[in-house]
């Protein structure tokens, strides 16, 4: 029993509460959820003593560079302005939710509509909400593995299955639309394809993407498609030919990110597209968890849309510059090999084949001073993979990454791992 003594005016009470009810009754889905990563490898590398040089991070997948000057000043502009202190449409601001329907439908050179385009606070927000708005909680979702580990812990704290759809790095990562129907039953409410994918950073061929459409057609859910990465590609093509399909609006949802490709990630600003029917419902989720996206960063965005477009290129063209400065760098350290790499990420196969992940890529942060994202993070059967985001370190940062890695392989924990081999 807890005795609590409370002072008011003129009287001092003593209130007695049982022990047994003053513990919290929390969500078993959310105790069940996995921690947040990011924050728990960090700390790995805060043991680093510098003996390498200065930490290089390749944990999160933030933009290595600032928006243009200009563009900032228009979001400092509209943050001073009394429009954006007030409420906006659940939706989004309109003149951004066209500009951004315009800009769809020519890099998809298809038709999208103004009514079929929502804004949201991150494109991690954009999954959420349509998840919620396809599955409750007993249902399932088909999850590519390795899969991006938000998916997961949204899923989990939903009570939503994650059914995993492996996949291989002989076969490049890319999923099989065979594979994944006999994966299918009635629990099943959609399947989720990420490309440019997070963490291997495999592109999926636009006709295994346009397939995925027939399947999820055929089996009558929903193909939801995170784009978060869509503009890194080298290529100019539209991505896939899922807007050109009139049946679209029946089975698509895609998703995408302001945060990375305006350089904005602290503004929190992501997108979605869907069938009108589909976004009305998704509305409703919505307003209970935001009721709108932050007003100065959507008031400043449709200005930056029409004009940042040489400036978007140029990042495009370093972050793949910096995929190729990553590749050549690697052929100094032969024994990690890069089994796909993309957009912002490669998937490298360490060399330790009895070694967690986990344990690997602790020990390059702590003794290398290089932080990686150990696969095992991303889903069952990862264990020889780290993921190392490249593109928010520049190339000279980059060009210091295989001797971190010998560093590692020449150390003492190598002289165990083999100690363990034998």
């Known amino acids: 029993m807890i005795i609590f003594c409370a002072c008011t005016i003129g009287v001092r009470a003593i209130i007695e509460v049982d022990a047994s009810v003053t513990a919290y009754s929390l969500n078993q889905n959310l105790i069940d959820t996995a921690t947040p990563p990011i924050p728990e490898a960090a700390n790995w590398l805060s043991a680093y003593q510098g003996q390498h040089g200065p930490a290089l991070n390749l944990a999160q997948a933030v933009p290595g560079d600032p928006p243009p000057a200009e563009f900032l000043e228009h979001i400092a502009n509209a943050a001073k302005s009394a429009e954006a202190t007030r409420y906006g449409n659940i939706f989004g601001d309109g003149a951004l939710r066209a500009a951004f329907a315009t800009e769809c439908a020519s890099v998809y050179q298809a038709p999208i509509a103004f009514d079929e385009v929502a804004i949201t606070a991150g494109c991690n927000q954009a999954f959420f909400v349509s998840v919620l708005a396809l599955a409750a909680a007993g249902d399932a979702v088909l999850l590519p593995a390795p899969w991006y580990f938000n998916h997961k812990m949204t899923l989990d704290m939903l009570g939503i299955e994650a059914r995993p759809l492996p996949l291989s790095a002989e076969a490049g990562f890319i999923p099989d639309v065979e594979h994944a129907a006999a ?3 009635d629990k099943v409410k959609a399947i989720v394809l990420v490309t440019p994918n997070n963490p291997t950073g495999a592109i999926y061929p636009p006709g295994v993407i346009n397939a995925f459409l027939d399947l999820a057609h055929d089996k009558n859910i929903t193909l939801i498609v995170d784009e978060t990465y869509r503009d890194f590609r080298v290529e100019s093509d539209a991505p896939h030919g899922l807007f050109s399909d009139p049946r679209w609006r029946d089975r698509v949802i895609s998703l995408y990110s302001f945060s990375k490709s305006f350089a904005i990630p602290g503004h929190r600003l992501g997108a979605l597209i869907a069938g009108a029917p589909i976004l009305e419902e998704i509305g409703k989720v919505l307003d209970c968890i935001q009721i709108c996206p932050a007003r100065a960063t959507q008031i400043a965005l449709p200005n930056a849309i029409t004009t940042l477009g040489d400036w978007r290129k140029g990042i495009t063209a370093e972050i793949n510059g910096r995929a190729e400065a990553f ?15 993309g957009a912002y990420f490669a998937y490298v196969r360490h060399p330790f084949s009895r070694i967690a992940a986990t344990e690997v890529a602790e020990r390059l942060a702590k003794d290398c001073g290089l932080l ?9 059967d990862q264990d020889q993979h780290l993921r190392l985001a490249f593109a928010n370190v520049n190339r000279k940062e980059i060009e210091r990454i295989p001797e971190r890695l010998a560093a590692l392989s020449g150390s003492t924990f190598a002289t165990d791992v083999q100690w363990k081999d034998e």
Request: glycine letters at 8%.
């Open 372 to 380: 990686a994202l150990p696969g095992s993070y991303f889903g069952p």
């Open 183 to 185: 994966l299918i039953d």
């Open 327 to 341: 590749q050549a760098a690697m052929v100094q350290a032969p024994d990690w090999q890069v089994d796909q790499i």
